[in-house]
């Protein structure tokens, strides 16, 4: 076990901050070139965000690091793939800031509380944020997960070498894309705690941290800006609470689901009818 640890201490530094921040920046220009020259290819990186938006709200977030949804063996290896050529770092690493995120939640150790840190940095800069790869220790026993660590810029540099030779502006729309998709992701980092009030945030219930619903971020990020119903219960797959509280990512695992694993539904929905589960 000491062994191991040592070993994930010295793993975390694989992945160099400098290198995601710096294709962070290059994706970013693409896209602005893109907004004011060529609005096809702005539809087409929008069209690859939500591929790689679905590879980490449903899959880092809901399905790694809190296990809420059981997917078919197969499917959780396509979305550990999309989700390593996003460009948000390994899953492993993603997985450890975020169960670290909820267990410290706005206390100090928080990798990223608009509390402590400033909203900008949160939202560009929590990459530099060293993983404790203690928190994803479960995920780390799969060969998988620990290939696509280990990987990781190997994965990604192959990828984008068969894109330019494909046509190389795909490359430009990857990078453009993997820009939208962590703004998109990031912004609940940002926004979902400590909100500014003309976000209209509300909070039905009192929780210890500074989380709240966000009805305007739930409408454009796939249903994370319910962020306060995800604090209140982390092991839900759909973060809706209230029957308008629309959860685009919740309704693509439930049709997920229902072509994968109908059964899990037909059980699931017994055993609320006979109120074995609460929620
Ligand atoms: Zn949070
Ligand atoms: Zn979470």
Redesign the pocket.
């Known amino acids: 076990m000491r062994k191991l640890l040592k070993i994930l201490r010295y793993k975390r530094h694989i992945i160099d901050p400098k290198a995601l921040l710096t294709l962070e920046l290059v994706g970013g220009l693409i896209l602005f070139y893109f907004i004011f020259a060529d609005i096809t290819l702005l539809i087409d990186s929008i069209r690859v965000m939500y591929i790689f938006g679905f590879a980490i709200i449903a899959g880092n ?2 399905l790694f ?2 296990n809420s949804w059981p997917c078919p063996t197969w499917l959780k290896r396509l979305i550990l793939l999309v989700s390593t050529l996003s460009l948000h770092g390994p899953v492993l690493a993603w997985v450890a800031v ?1 169960r670290q ?2 267990h410290m939640s706005d206390q100090e150790g928080d990798p990223h509380s608009p509390l402590h840190k400033s909203r900008l940095w949160v939202q560009f800069l929590s990459y530099t944020y060293p993983p404790d790869l203690r928190y994803s220790l479960d995920l780390y026993k799969d060969k998988w997960q620990r290939a696509m660590f280990d990987f990781y810029w190997v994965i990604n540099i192959v990828f984008a070498v068969i894109l330019f030779l494909i046509n190389p502006v795909f490359v430009a729309v990857w990078l453009a894309a993997t820009f939208l998709a962590q703004m998109q992701a990031f912004a609940v980092n940002a926004l979902a705690h400590n909100t500014p009030w003309f976000l209209f945030p509300t909070k039905e219930k009192s929780t210890k941290d500074a989380s709240r619903n966000v009805p305007i971020l739930a409408l454009i990020n796939g249903g994370e800006g319910w962020h306060l119903n ?2 209140l219960k ?1 092991w839900k797959w759909y973060f809706g609470e209230k029957w308008w509280q629309f959860d685009l990512t919740g309704v693509q695992i439930f049709i997920t689901l229902l072509l994968t694993k109908p059964s899990y539904l037909l059980d699931l929905y017994h055993k609320r009818k006979n109120n074995v589960i609460a929620n």
Do not use: D, G, K, L
Request: net charge positive.
């Open positions: 977030h809901r690091a809190h975020h995120h909820h995800h604090h982390p």
